[in-house]
T-cell receptor, first 114, second 117 residues
Framework: AQSVTQLDSQVPVFEEAPVELRCNYS??????LFWYVQYPNQGLQLLLK??????LVKGINGFEAEFNKSQTSFHLRKPSVHISDTAEYFC????????????FGTGTRLQVTL | GAVVSQHPSWVICKSGTSVKIECRSL??????MFWYRQFPKQSLMLMAT?????????EQGVEKDKFLINHASLTLSTLTVTSAHPEDSSFYIC?????????????FGPGTRLTVL
């Protein structure tokens, strides 16, 4: 079975500062990797995904993530955050076909302040 | 992009009643739909996977007689919470995986907040 670990439950950061949200996964087989963002009382919005190919993945809203197979990590980064980036961020893995279930991490609350 | 809707967005019901939540893929055909449950400040937990025209596959610990899932068409899946109790209060989110054009991603609905009094 696969699992996802998001070590940081909360990450406070000042506006315009860089941020990294950490995600590590465990799986005995190849996985697809995803980052989703959730705003209060809303569903999940896909930020970016890694299926294959280049390990550096660029997503929406200026976010990017790098897949590191040796470290089994898929950390999310943004060089300069905005107040509007305040939200809950979930890392997820998927095994097998892209219609397979997603296994989510526990989430990281990004709190951006002035 | 692909759009998934849920209805209702929120519902309040009395204990003992049943509640139906709809999940629709608006611009693509979803062969597989997933139902998740999210408690406050927690992650999403998969409840069940449904394929069009087939019985849903429930995750361990999820009562299939309590959470009835129907996936009658390629654009609609429903979750019925039967004889709801206060402990069933939660945020329910569906996702859909398509047959073409959207096969590499699951698209999520906006969620339904259920409060059982």
């Amino acid at each position: 079975a696969q699992s996802v670990t998001q070590l940081d439950s909360q990450v406070p950061v000042f506006e315009e500062a860089p941020v990294e949200l950490r995600c590590n996964y465990s799986s005995s087989v190849s996985v697809y990797l995803f980052w989703y963002v959730q705003y209060p009382n809303q569903g999940l919005q896909l930020l970016l995904k890694y299926l294959s190919g280049s390990t550096l993945v660029k997503g929406i809203n200026g976010f990017e993530a790098e897949f590191n197979k040796s470290q089994t990590s898929f950390h999310l980064r943004k060089p300069s955050v905005h107040i509007s980036d305040t939200a809950e961020y979930f890392c997820a893995v998927q095994v097998g076909s892209t219609a397979s279930k997603l296994t989510f991490g526990t989430g990281t609350r990004l709190q951006v302040t002035l | 992009g692909a759009v998934v809707s849920q209805h209702p967005s929120w519902v309040i019901c009395k204990s003992g009643t049943s509640v139906k939540i709809e999940c629709r893929s608006l611009d693509f055909q979803a062969t597989t739909m997933f139902w998740y449950r999210q408690f406050p400040k927690q992650s999403l937990m998969l409840m069940a996977t449904s394929n069009e025209g087939s019985k849903a596959t429930y995750e361990q610990g999820v009562e299939k007689d309590k959470f009835l899932i129907n996936h009658a068409s390629l654009t609609l899946s429903t979750l019925t919470v039967t004889s709801a109790h206060p402990e069933d209060s939660s945020f329910y989110i569906c996702s859909a995986a398509g047959t073409s054009g959207s096969t590499d991603t699951q698209y999520f609905g906006p969620g339904t907040r259920l409060t059982v009094l």
